[in-house]
């Protein structure tokens, strides 16, 4: 079959007298005729058509030709056989393939004649007039098989559609519309595109971004006050007895549990930022903690070979996993709360119920950092080796899917919430690296922090995740921009080595930090200080001796 479509581009006419538009008219880099067309397009999206009408007739401009306006009723109306012969006159991209336009217009009338029950007539649609096109071949056998629905319905849910009087048609028209040169057919809403491409630049431009107080305007350039970043130190938290080493903020944001060197768990009210519990007990050194799924549990690990689950609110250990044979780095829950995964120096990676019960191991490098995804479907490792090790999860089955490998020391692990990036801490070169995992690229580098000895844990902030913040050896936290990668922020305070950063995930602007100097730092907004009853005490020494790598 010979498919004949039109690629020339229809020229808008325009008009020299009357003060109506030259041709040549231009705003800069705008071409006003183009500006005009949109104007058109979106006052009668907003339903002002007199004034539409009235601007047409001043600028002797019109929004489309009359043979796209026909084309488009077309297919709004459901006259196949018009919408396919008006296609054949109208302009369309260089690189568009006329018969995938077809197709498309094929589909969605062997679509509407199934849910109107008319089999047989949407059977000859699909051997006569949609096959021969050789398009899609996949495609056709999904079609194919749903023939067989015995229902509308039916076929509305295997085809993951909604029918000829829902938006099928609208969507019908988007989808056409990559074909179509868009000098002839201006895509659908374009003015607000272009406006929200711009909002979307100025995000990117914006340093200090949070998007809950960000305002945008079409009178002025967006840009957040960088007063609105919490920078100040709202509370320093004294409880501990030596280093602290991992601080993690319950999912519901409500508690922060905190691990120190003097083998204590405290679990923090972040309302009142007072003791709830101190979970202590036959153990040693914890270094990582990691709050179930619905907050109701939380796992510690560190020094020693054991794993210990704890209900923190009341301060019970309900059962201690022992399997590994070396030190255990690292846990992360699955999403159903009853089970997860654990990561060790003795090369395996283990599975457990939390009845105690170990439910599968894998081999694996030597296992400094563990993260799962929150869909539970990919694990992420770092390793001894400099490498990443990117898992895929299912049923309960870790199979190793790539590695991608770091020229240096990786000392710790934080996935972005969508799971595609991994932001790591890498040593020699003292710089934190983030990694799209999907196409194994570096993106970004953030230098700055001095590491050189211990492991300093970094993590994303913000509401869009827009800032990264890490500790450091010369006892600051530093912030940087993601996108930009210049250090916005070096907040000092601390007085020795800052080894954990967590922010709140409660669309708040705060964060912890925790330190070798016996202390927790809650930084936020001067504002946020519940009782400006920030301690003043000097800072407490620490014990020689650190947890290195």
Not at 112 to 134: C, D
Not at 263 to 286: A, N
Not at 288 to 294: E, L, V
Not at 439 to 453: A, N, P
Request: with cysteine; aromatic share 8%; hydrophobic share 35%.
């Amino acid at each position: 079959m010979q498919i004949t479509i039109n690629n020339t581009a229809e020229q808008q006419p325009t008009h020299q007298t009357n003060g109506k538009l030259d041709k040549d008219d231009s705003l800069g880099r705008v071409r006003k005729g183009e500006l005009v067309r949109l104007i058109l397009q979106s006052l009668q999206d907003l339903g002002y058509r007199d004034a539409a009408d009235q601007l047409q007739r001043d600028s002797g401009v019109s929004l489309e030709s009359e043979t796209v306006g026909q084309f488009r009723q077309a297919v709004l109306n459901g006259d196949w056989a018009l919408a396919e012969s008006l296609l054949s006159t109208l302009a369309l991209v260089p690189s568009a393939n006329p018969a995938e336009a077809i197709f498309l217009l094929r589909q969605q009338r062997f679509l509407e004649l199934l849910e109107a029950r008319k089999v047989m007539k949407a059977l000859h649609v699909l051997r006569n007039e949609l096959q021969p096109l050789g398009q899609q071949v996949d495609r056709l056998h999904e079609l194919s098989s749903l023939i067989l629905c015995s229902s509308a319905a039916d076929v509305k849910s295997q085809a993951q559609w909604d029918g000829a009087n829902g938006t099928s048609r609208e969507n019908l028209l988007i989808e056409l519309q990559r074909f179509i040169a868009p000098t002839t057919m201006i895509p659908k809403a374009r003015l607000l595109t272009l406006i929200n491409q711009a909002f979307d630049w100025q995000r990117r431009e914006c340093l200090y971004h949070d998007s809950i107080d960000a305002h945008y305007s079409l009178f002025a350039d967006h840009a957040c006050d960088k007063n609105r970043f919490p920078s100040k130190t709202i509370r320093v938290l004294e409880g501990h007895q030596d280093e602290v080493w991992h601080i993690a903020f319950s999912h519901n944001g409500r508690y922060m549990a905190s691990v120190s060197r003097d083998k204590t768990c405290i679990i923090w009210d972040v309302e009142t930022f007072e003791k709830l519990q101190v979970l202590s007990g036959p153990q040693e050194h914890s270094s990582y903690c990691a709050w179930s799924p619905d907050d109701t549990k939380l796992l510690t690990c560190g020094c020693d070979f054991a794993l210990r689950l704890w209900d923190p609110m009341a301060g019970q250990l309900l059962h201690t996993f022992s399997g590994h044979k070396e030190q255990v780095t690292s846990c992360a829950w699955l999403p159903d709360g009853q089970h997860f995964i654990s990561g060790a120096c003795d090369k395996t990676l283990c599975l457990w119920n939390v009845d105690g019960s170990m439910k599968n191991y894998w081999p694996a490098q030597r296992i400094l950092d563990v993260q799962i995804t929150r869909d539970g479907r990919r694990l992420v490792t770092i390793s001894y080796e400099k490498c990443i090790g990117v898992y895929d999860i299912n049923n309960f089955t870790v199979r190793e899917k790539y590695q991608i490998p770091e020229m240096e020391t990786i000392t710790s692990l934080t996935l972005s919430r969508d799971g595609r990036y991994a932001l790591v801490n890498v040593q020699e070169s003292q710089e934190v690296h983030l990694w799209d995992l999907d196409e194994e690229t570096l993106v970004r580098r953030y230098c700055g922090q001095k590491q050189g000895f211990y492991i300093i844990r970094s993590t994303l902030g913000g509401n869009d995740e827009s800032f990264v913040l890490s500790g450091s050896e010369d006892n600051c936290v530093y912030v940087w921009s993601r996108d930009h990668q210049s250090v916005l922020e070096v907040l000092e305070g601390h007085t020795k080595t800052v080894n954990c950063i967590s922010w709140y995930p409660n669309n708040g602007m705060m964060f912890a930090s925790a330190s070798d100097d016996r202390t927790i730092r809650i930084w936020g907004l001067p504002e946020d200080d519940p009782s400006s009853k920030a301690s003043t005490q000097p800072l407490c020494d620490t014990a020689k001796g650190k947890l290195r790598i």
